[in-house]
């Protein structure tokens, strides 16, 4: 029986799902309030990644993946990585970096997810490293398989790690509480939307205490939705001419506090009702996966469903 580095899994703990956090509710119904908001909802799921050790056959930011031992470690061949407090500062090489685990996925925990037909798992992989293109960041890879199909082989246990890397592109190992929510656009709302509603988002801010932005927008790490741009919202196109839709982002920001932070994480209640409740410090420890990613920026993946191959693509926003 396949192995997680150790003693056997069972088939019940291979179908184990974690419960989703239970999310503060909204002081108010979002399209009830602005109807002008009507079809903009969409739904996603917040990850909420938190410091731990998951196995090989969960959902993770950070953790091993199910990866085949007998199928190669991918490794990063540009000519053009580099590590900008590098001394010498020269580029990284010649010799190629092995790339580092993001993402690891399962369709238990988030069948929206389009997975190509028979494959159940998304795998994440990153070279750690500032590369010479268009985002500027570390160069993600995505990869696709099935999960029965990699855990009846052996699988690799310890990959190789980048002899260089860039620290803030290295994700510590976080277990992921996949939580649905619906959320609306803020750097994706219609400019002109936006403009004529502007008003009325200040009005709500005063009535509740709380802004639109903190209310229905989130920028945390998640899968679908909407990017949480903190620039310009920039969507990739797809080779077909259709504009790819958002697969996950990896973010920086994740909350400590306010609309999308737990309840179940949350410390005491906060003596004055109108606001969210204090967070218990030694959760706050856990929270994230330790990438600053530029100035709390975040990278954010796109697919193409439409496309056989499901080509995909990323933008870094920082």
Known sequence: MPTEDGPSLTAKHWQERTLPHRIPPAPFDMESLIPEL?????KTTLLYPRSGEPGVRVSSIGGPLLWPADEPWPLCTEPGHWKPLRTPTEVVGPEPVAMVPVVQLCARDVPELPFPAG?????VVWCPLIHNDEAGTALPKVYWRS???AAAGQVLSDPPLPYEYEEEFMPRSCTVTPTRVVEYPHGDLPGGLAQSLSQRFDEIEEMFGFSYYEMAVT??????????WLQRPNWPDCRCGRRMDHLLSITASEPVEGRWFPLDEQGPESSEPSKWTETDHVVVDTIGHGMDMGDLGGVYLFVCPECPDMPYAHRYDR
Do not use: I, W
């Open 147 to 149: 999960e029965q199909t």
């Open 119 to 123: 494959m159940d798992v998304l795998q």
């Open 38 to 42: 009507a079809g903009f909802g969409r």
């Open 219 to 228: 920028v945390q790490s998640k899968v679908g939705g909407y990017p949480g």
